[in-house]
């Protein structure tokens, strides 16, 4: 997974509360067994709408979305979040998010940003007049024009997970050294390799 440290954009809104990820992402689109080319399908059904939001010349190329509440409620699909990256989001900032498609993001490196709904509609208008923001995830701040530095919150752990660009396989991969001492010193008690 690529790391995440800054990230200056161009960023979208979607003023809609409870997206879930049946809109992020039709199930007729999961097909798939790679992680790449669903963003094309992003939020396929209102897409087909020609006074969808996200066509707003404004927001062409954006790489962070500003959202409502509870966005990526529903089912556990993965492939929500797999979607938002492939079409170039590296960023969504809503005043909450669901559970599991908030873990699923930040296992790719997708960063959910949980701010008050009142700063989002500040931020939103922001974005309306097309213009540019910065995520620090060092220094856990947003920063937008002519606003001061808003502070966000994240977990230590999922903070350096991303700012390393750690997946689950890098992470434990940096524990190797005591693994392969752990399986030296505890020969297996079951013979796990056959003819």
Request: glycine share 8%; aromatic share 8%.
């Amino acid at each position: 997974m690529k790391r995440f440290e800054k990230v200056t954009a161009r960023v979208a809104v979607l003023d809609r509360a409870d997206v879930d990820t049946d809109q992020i992402i039709p199930k007729q689109f999961l097909k798939r067994i790679e992680r790449t080319g669903y963003g094309e399908f992003l939020f396929f059904d209102w897409a087909k709408d020609p006074g969808f939001e996200l066509h707003r010349p404004q927001f062409a190329g954006a790489r962070i979305l500003l959202t409502g509440r509870n966005f990526g409620c529903g089912s556990s699909r993965e492939h929500a979040a797999w979607a938002l990256q492939d079409a170039g989001y590296d960023a969504v900032i809503a005043p909450s998010f669901g559970d599991i498609f908030r873990t699923n993001s930040l296992k790719i490196g997708l960063l959910p940003v949980a701010l008050p709904a009142a700063e989002i509609r500040v931020l939103m208008e922001v974005a309306n007049d097309g213009g540019e923001m910065t995520i620090d995830l060092e220094a856990l701040e947003l920063i937008a024009p002519d606003r001061p530095r808003i502070p966000f919150q994240l977990d230590a752990f999922e903070r350096e997970r991303l700012l390393g660009g750690l997946d689950d396989i890098a992470l434990t991969l940096r524990r190797d050294p005591e693994i392969t001492a752990y399986e030296a010193a505890h020969p297996a008690r079951v013979a796990t390799i056959s003819l």
